[in-house]
């Protein structure tokens, strides 16, 4: 069987395995937020935290709660490790530096997960899981509750409440984070994926030596970096690393686990919404996008440039042979996709046109399909978008899903979809114009930029991937691109719980003759064009300079 059709055999695979999923992991997510009904262990944390889950909260007071939360977490995960050396199962390794534990502490409680350090040489067990693993639950959970919140600003009728932010936080982590990463770890271990929590075992190689190979409880932390959208693994090489990801196997199912979330969220909605056809759009409009990128990646690299490269058939450099190309960009497609940010091959030594398409993926706003509830707020903002722009074309008052869209709502939305580009070119033209940028990139031209741009696109879209050319230990880039991760992250949802305040306000306006129907396949073509209109006008210049020009090179 040659690599083609395997390849996309896996795709098909994928693609049956997701829709099996859609209709009732949809329904069970919509459940899981919209019962009345609390678990013991829910109300026993309530309890203890001193909520009352029957009461409902305005958006500032939901936002306040988004932010006091992810500000504690922060400083938790800070303090872990700078505290290391104090700590069980530390096997030695020393507090982490202060510019580094900051840049990580932001990246794991934005969902990013950028990581500048060698996990396996720098932290310890009691530091990955108390601190990196719960983070990994609670910023998937964070996302969830935001995306929530708006939906149930589309639902409501003349209220001030779109929901409890604790309640919905807690939701998302008791009933569907911890369950299933839990079934998610046990199938991985049945795969292979390895699982202790001592620092190493020693090996007798080829050569008679005796060789330390590192250990650590992989398979619980690889389960919620991909059923979560996180991305940060436990070892450097993340998921190409045989230890995380040893097969073909585990491979489609760690895709599977970072796709299935974002993608039947938009059943939640859906459902909650009462329509599911309006859900059906939107993961449509997901589909297409990630299957175009898809095909354009995969052509670049088994059609590459070069005398080595085409001696070899395609561009195998810096992939898995176990893996080969299909694979590998099948999971390059999906984790920058999705806000994920886990690698299995190295993107940097991907060609011109694979490294613009996944560069392409997380500036279109990781909307194809998305992070864990970041995908729905952000394809559901541009969709506001779209339906501002289609109200202008006929001189109507825009209206989606029953509420008007007045200038209130479309400043939330285009705040929202205007703060990532602000810091991505700000952020990336700072750091080219900085002489010591030069001696940090591994290399010059088109791909150096590249690299560049890469690093800011990642942390403001809190991607968490990387072209790991560019050497990012330095205080000024740990500091701006954790400023990028908080801003990224924190500024969009501030805007998207101010619309979801918003529209809950609104009384429900019935839909007229004139009315643009968005559950018809014509809006999955105005959201799918607003989109990359977007990302095309905003970033095609500085695509040109970096991986436009090194593919066309």
């Given at each position: 069987m040659s690599d083609t059709v395997a390849g996309l055999l896996q795709v098909v695979l994928?693609?049956?395995?997701?829709?099996?999923?859609?209709?009732?992991?949809?329904?069970?997510?919509?459940?899981?937020?919209?019962?009345?009904?609390?678990?013991?262990?829910?109300?026993?944390?309530?309890?203890?935290?001193?909520?009352?889950?029957?009461?409902?909260?305005?958006?500032?007071?939901?936002?306040?709660?988004?932010?006091?939360?992810?500000?504690?977490?922060?400083?938790?995960?800070?303090?872990?490790?700078?505290?290391?050396?104090?700590?069980?199962?530390?096997?030695?390794?020393?507090?982490?530096?202060?510019?580094?534990?900051?840049?990580?502490?932001?990246s794991f409680v934005t969902n990013t997960n950028w990581q500048s350090y060698i996990p396996e040489q720098v932290l310890g067990n009691t530091v990955q899981m108390a601190g990196l693993t719960v983070q990994n639950v609670l910023s998937a959970a964070v996302g969830m509750a935001?995306?929530?919140?708006?939906?149930?600003?589309?639902?409501?009728?003349?209220?001030?409440?779109?929901?409890?932010?604790?309640?919905?936080?807690?939701?998302?982590?008791?009933?569907?984070?911890?369950?299933?990463?839990?079934?998610?770890?046990?199938?991985?271990?049945?795969?292979?994926?390895?699982?202790?929590?001592?620092?190493?075992?020693?090996?007798?190689?080829?050569?008679?030596?005796?060789?330390?190979?590192p250990l650590a409880p992989t398979a619980s932390q690889e389960a919620i970096k991909e059923l979560g959208t996180n991305g940060g693994g436990i070892f450097n090489a993340n998921s190409?690393?045989?230890?995380?990801?040893?097969?073909?196997?585990?491979?489609?199912?760690?895709?599977?686990?970072?796709?299935?979330?974002?993608?039947?969220?938009?059943?939640?909605?859906?459902?909650?919404?009462?329509?599911?056809?309006?859900?059906?759009?939107?993961?449509?409009?997901?589909?297409?996008?990630?299957?175009?990128?898809?095909?354009?990646?995969?052509?670049?690299e088994t059609h590459p440039n070069g005398a080595a490269t085409l001696a070899a058939g395609g561009a195998l450099e810096g992939k898995e042979t176990r893996f080969g190309i299909p694979s590998s960009i099948l999971f390059g497609i999906s984790t920058t996709g999705t806000s994920t940010g886990a690698v299995n091959s190295m993107h940097d030594s991907y060609t011109g046109g694979a490294g613009g398409a996944v560069l392409l993926n997380i500036l279109l706003g990781e909307v194809a399909p998305g992070?864990?509830?970041?995908?729905?707020?952000?394809?559901?903002?541009?969709?506001?978008?779209?339906?501002?722009?289609?109200?202008?074309?006929?001189?109507?008052?825009?209206?989606?899903?029953?509420?008007?869209?007045?200038?209130?709502?479309?400043?939330?939305?285009?705040?929202?979809?205007?703060?990532?580009?602000t810091l991505v070119l700000i952020g990336a033209g700072l750091a080219i114009a900085l002489p010591g940028t030069g001696d940090a990139l591994n290399n010059t031209g088109a791909h150096g930029f590249s690299e560049v741009l890469y690093a800011y696109a990642s942390a403001a879209?809190?991607?968490?991937?990387?072209?790991?050319?560019?050497?990012?230990?330095?205080?000024?880039?740990?500091?701006?691109?954790?400023?990028?991760?908080?801003?990224?992250?924190?500024?969009?949802?501030?805007?998207?719980?101010?619309l979801a305040g918003s529209l809950a306000q609104q009384r429900r306006v019935e839909a007229g003759a004139g009315t643009l129907a968005t559950d018809k396949p014509l809006f999955g073509v105005l959201v799918g064009g607003t989109v990359v209109l977007v990302a095309a006008l905003t970033f095609f210049p500085a695509l040109a300079l970096g991986p436009l020009a090194e593919a066309l090179a």
């Open positions: 994928l693609l049956v395995m997701l829709v099996a999923c859609y209709v009732p992991f949809g329904d069970y997510m919509a459940r899981a937020f919209t019962s009345e009904r609390h678990w013991r262990v829910e109300s026993v944390l309530y309890r203890l935290v001193r909520v009352d889950p029957s009461t409902g909260q305005r958006w500032p007071t939901y936002a306040a709660g988004v932010l006091g939360f992810s500000f504690v977490s922060v400083v938790l995960l800070y303090l872990l490790q700078r505290l290391q050396p104090f700590l069980p199962m530390s096997f030695g390794r020393g507090a982490v530096d202060p510019s580094t534990a900051f840049n990580t502490a932001v935001v995306a929530v919140a708006l939906i149930r600003g589309f639902v409501r009728s003349g209220t001030d409440r779109i929901g409890n932010f604790w309640v919905d936080l807690t939701r998302g982590a008791v009933r569907i984070l911890l369950p299933f990463s839990f079934v998610a770890a046990i199938l991985l271990i049945a795969m292979g994926v390895t699982m202790s929590l001592r620092s190493g075992v020693d090996v007798t190689g080829v050569d008679g030596a005796v060789h330390t190979l190409a690393h045989p230890f995380e990801n040893p097969n073909g196997l585990s491979n489609l199912f760690e895709i599977f686990l970072l796709l299935v979330i974002p993608v039947c969220l938009t059943r939640t909605f859906g459902t909650m919404v009462r329509n599911p056809r309006q859900g059906t759009v939107l993961v449509s409009v997901m589909g297409v996008l990630w299957a175009a990128l898809l095909a354009v990646a995969w052509f670049a992070g864990v509830g970041t995908g729905l707020y952000g394809i559901l903002v541009l969709a506001v978008i779209a339906v501002f722009l289609a109200g202008l074309l006929v001189g109507r008052t825009p209206e989606y899903l029953g509420k008007k869209l007045g200038r209130r709502e479309v400043t939330a939305a285009a705040v929202s979809i205007l703060v990532m580009p879209n809190n991607n968490g991937s990387a072209f790991a050319g560019l050497t990012v230990t330095s205080n000024f880039f740990q500091t701006t691109l954790g400023i990028a991760m908080l801003l990224g992250r924190l500024v969009p949802i501030l805007a998207v719980l101010a």
